[in-house]
């Protein structure tokens, strides 16, 4: 059974710092991984897919990386604002079925 | 071009009624996914509908059910209501089984079950 781990749990910085967050996951044998975001009582909003082959994908300000072989990968946010306070969750996609298995989230706080 | 809805955005039942959730995808999706996001477990995956057809349903009993319309819209049913199944209910939708599988969520709909 995939087991999908994100830390930290929480994460508060001063607006204008890099964010770094964390994604692990137990079987390397992935289909694509994708990065979302949840602001309080609402749904999710896609970030970024990584497909297995691909070892990064960038929107705007956004950075994901992805290393199977070591069940990781990284999301880093440059220049932090305020409006980037959310919830962020890693989801797996294995290769024989369509359905995604969730970390927890990382909750952060960009602080003005 | 609309995103993926949902409804209705709140549903207010009591223990061992019948609840009712519909999803519309967008254009295009022929995929269908139920995920629920109760208090404290995280998001856990219900049930899959590709083209039509049920291809895949997570650990959830069978009072969870549901089906796909042949315009690719979804229906989720919740029968013999239990104050446990109060969560927020996620619809995705995707491409379909010939494409990488990028999932895009509706808004959710709050169940809280009295």
């Known amino acids: 059974k995939q087991e999908v781990t994100q830390i930290p749990a929480a994460l508060s910085v001063p607006e204008g710092e890099n964010l770094v967050l964390n994604c692990s996951f137990t079987?390397?044998?992935?289909?694509?991984l994708q990065w979302f975001r949840q602001d309080p009582g609402k749904g999710l909003t896609s970030l970024l897919l990584?497909?297995?082959?691909?070892r990064e994908q960038t929107s705007g300000r956004l950075n994901a990386s992805l290393d199977k072989s070591s069940g990781r990968s990284t999301l880093y946010i440059a220049a932090s604002q305020p409006g980037d306070s959310a919830t962020y969750l890693c989801a797996v996609s294995p290769g024989y079925d369509y359905k995604l298995s969730f970390g927890a989230g990382t909750t952060v706080t960009v602080r003005a | 071009e609309a995103g993926v809805t949902q409804s209705p955005t709140h549903l207010i039942k009591t223990r061992g009624q019948q609840a009712t959730l519909r999803c519309s995808p967008i254009s295009g999706h022929t995929s269908v996914y139920w995920y629920q996001q109760a208090l404290g477990l995280g998001l856990q995956f219900l049930l899959w509908y590709d083209e039509g057809e049920e291809r895949n349903r997570g650990n959830f009993p069978p009072r969870f059910s549901g089906r796909q319309f042949p315009n690719y819209s979804s229906e989720l049913n919740v029968n013999a209501l239990e104050l446990e199944d109060s969560a927020l209910y996620l619809c995705a939708s995707s491409l379909g089984t010939n494409s990488y599988n990028e999932q895009f969520f509706g808004p959710g709909t709050r169940l809280t079950v009295l």
């Open positions: 990584i497909q297995s082959s691909q």
């Open positions: 079987d390397s044998a992935i289909y694509n």
